[in-house]
């Protein structure tokens, strides 16, 4: 099916064929950030099952490919411009739920559940169910003592309107249940599609260490929750001669990082070479991935550095990556912020993952095969459940997958 994006006004036009939207799907743009990623990834999977998904962007920007099917693009705003695509999209919406609305809305990151909740206040019983998806942790221990308890606040202001939550793991779920303050049937442990496919485990070919040095790689926008100035120092402090640190992605901090790594003297051994669309390809050329994180949900590039077969080093970021690792079996964790600690375990990283076989077993459901026919089962228990109460006659299910995966 050819892509298509369609730029239209502050109202979103409907679907080219016409037909009634079932599931709709909002984003900023398309990409750089792994939310939109996966978002993405997940709308083409989804169409591809035959579910009738459209998606609405603020902006035709970032470098991913927009989704098969419909896609809509709003307008820019005098004055305004492209700029505050969140406001952009709630105003959209609101004016394309009033005239058509779908069945389900889906949210597809802790980012966007502002634009799910402003939705439910204003349109109130009209609101459509919403299904929100929870890509970070809820905890963030980054944030600031004197603000903690407003974000509490507003993780439970989440729990009282938004319908349902889907989650990446069983610890996600405990976290959301805790800080969200719901009962546990709004709570859904749905697979993260990181990945298209996992390949059958292969050795990695060795290189010689003593003459190339050990390569480390990190994957992840160029921003302050990905901390990685920590990483940088710890680098500085850890690396040996001859090992190597390359930084897949961009952002706002690199012109900051590529100062830091000046002043530490490691310039020569950084390199930063913007975003890369097909990361699980080129992390076979590296031996050892860092993530230094302050906050995380589950984190794709875990994922794919495990499928790939490479040393892992990551910090407690999130409630899913102790179990993600195997309790460390898999790979160093470190606490946030412990730039020392984060230094020794680059001293002695090893390259290669410690048990293959298992980081292939944790991965496995990683996948896009596996995420859809949970989605669409949980989209289809959604929209029959708001039929139910509505007093509607339930219409076909959105997808009935071949074989039931075991819970």
């Avoid at 009634?20 to 799907?25: A, C, G, I, P, S």
């Avoid at 050329?285 to 589950?298: K, P, Q």
Wanted: glycine fraction near 8%; hydrophobic fraction near 45%; charge should be positive.
């Amino acid at each position: 099916m050819a892509r298509t994006v369609a730029s239209v006004g502050p109202d979103i036009a409907e679907a080219s064929d016409g037909a009634e939207t079932r599931v709709l799907l909002y984003l900023k743009g398309f990409g750089p950030g792994g939310v939109e990623r996966i978002a993405l990834r997940l709308a083409d999977g989804l169409r591809s099952a035959g579910i009738d998904i459209a998606v609405i962007v603020g902006a035709a920007t970032g470098p991913m490919q927009p989704p098969s099917g419909h896609c809509s693009v709003a307008k820019p705003w005098p004055v305004v411009g492209t700029r505050l695509p969140i406001v952009r999209i709630s105003v959209s919406l609101w004016r394309q739920i009033r005239h058509a609305p779908p069945a389900l809305l889906f949210c597809p990151g802790n980012a966007y559940t502002v634009v799910a909740v402003l939705l439910k206040l204003l349109l109130g019983k009209a609101c459509p169910p919403i299904v929100a998806k929870i890509s970070n942790d809820l905890q963030r221990r980054d944030l600031p003592r004197a603000v903690r308890p407003l974000y509490r606040l507003w993780l439970r202001i989440q729990g009282r309107t938004i319908d349902h939550f889907a989650v990446l793991s069983r610890p996600m779920a405990e976290e959301a249940l805790a800080f969200l303050h719901v009962p546990s049937h709004r709570v859904h442990v749905v697979p993260n599609p990181v990945l298209d496919s996992v390949e059958p485990a292969s050795e990695r070919p060795r290189h010689r260490l003593e003459v190339s040095g050990r390569r480390f790689v990190a994957v992840g926008r160029l921003e302050r929750q990905k901390n990685y100035p920590a990483m940088l120092r710890a680098f500085a402090k850890g690396a040996r001669n001859g090992d190597s640190l390359t930084i897949f992605g961009e952002g706002r901090e690199r012109a900051a990082l590529a100062a830091l790594a000046t002043s530490l003297g490691i310039s020569d051994r950084v390199a930063m070479p913007g975003h890369c669309c097909d990361v699980r390809t080129q992390l076979q050329a590296f031996d050892v991935l860092l993530l230094s994180s302050s906050y995380e949900g589950l984190p794709g590039a875990v994922i794919e550095a495990l499928s790939a077969g490479l040393g892992i080093i990551a910090t407690r970021c999130c409630a899913s990556i102790s179990d993600l690792l195997g309790q460390g079996a898999l790979g160093s964790l470190v606490d946030c912020g412990d730039e020392a600690a984060f230094a020794v375990a680059i001293e002695t990283a090893s390259p290669g993952t410690p048990d293959r076989q298992t980081a292939m077993r944790k991965v496995r459901d990683c996948t896009i095969e596996a995420a859809v026919p949970a989605y669409a089962a949980l989209f289809a228990a959604v929209i029959a459940e708001r039929q139910m109460r509505i007093g509607k006659p339930r219409h076909t299910p959105l997808f009935v997958p071949a074989t039931t995966r075991p819970a």
